[in-house]
T-cell receptor
Framework: GAGVSQSPSNKVTEKGKDVELRCDPISGHTALYWYRQSLGQGLEFLIYFQGNSAPDKSGLPSDRFSAERTGGSVSTLTIQRTQQEDSAVYLC???????????FGPGTRLTVL | EDKVVQSPLSLVVHEGDTVTLNCSYE??????LLWYKQEKKAPTFLFML????IEKKSGRLSSILDKKELFSILNITATQTGDSAVYLCAAKKDNNDMRFGAGTRLTVKP
């Protein structure tokens, strides 16, 4: 079946603008994660959704970042008033509940000018 | 504060060499340790380790976890140029949060 998809694959924006990044998880996967990977860095956990439970937002770096997951499927990560330090690859991953293996999407490369 | 530290940060070897990548962790409510291979944007899953001392193998790759000393190693034998990638380890917590290390960049020269 189809894997995790993300859109757009690349996004260039100006400082101060808002951006929305989309993630379509694998059908049936109840867990969805967002990560950020800055140049040369490991993956930084941002937020985790599990089913209909309240998301774990402990990794969001500031209140400019927010995410939602509609209908337990598609998720949108929103960054308001983007800053240059927000430039990174944003990766989404999904997994079946109770399983450890995460399947990653291809990522969105965000560049803030 | 949770920490996952990988070493070395980068490694250059020649085809046929054997490499050992290290991952140490200090994570509250630890559940399992995962290894990923990242060649472009998306990491691909290699191993998940939950129990101490049980080696997982997949072809030329193997991994083991030591929950007493809080570390894991990833071994690659008879390396090939296709093994060149960044190898990430991640500690998964009871609440399913993941903490990743910075990765080890492996370059295998022909």
């Amino acid at each position: 079946g189809a894997g995790v998809s993300q859109s757009p694959s690349n996004k260039v924006t100006e400082k101060g603008k808002d951006v929305e990044l989309r993630c379509d998880p694998i059908s049936g996967h109840t867990a969805l994660y967002w990560y950020r990977q800055s140049l040369g860095q490991g993956l930084e956990f941002l937020i985790y959704f599990q089913g209909n439970s309240a998301p774990d937002k402990s990794g969001l770096p500031s209140d400019r970042f927010s995410a939602e997951r509609t209908g337990g499927s598609v998720s949108t990560l929103t960054i308001q008033r983007t800053q240059q330090e927000d430039s990174a690859v944003y990766l989404c991953a999904s997994s079946e509940w109770g399983y450890n293996e995460q399947f990653f999407g291809p990522g969105t490369r965000l560049t803030v000018l | 504060e949770d920490k996952v530290v990988q070493s070395p940060l980068s490694l250059v070897v020649h085809e046929g060499d054997t490499v050992t990548l290290n991952c140490s962790y200090e994570v509250t409510n630890f559940r399992s340790l995962l290894w990923y291979k990242q060649e472009k944007k998306a990491p691909t899953f290699l191993f998940m380790l939950t129990s101490s001392g049980i080696e997982k193998k997949s072809g030329r790759l193997s991994s083991i976890l030591d929950k007493k000393e809080l570390f894991s190693i990833l071994n690659i034998t008879a390396t090939q140029t296709g093994d060149s990638a960044v190898y990430l380890c991640a500690a998964k917590k009871d609440n399913n949060d993941m903490r990743f290390g910075a990765g080890t960049r492996l370059t295998v020269k022909p």
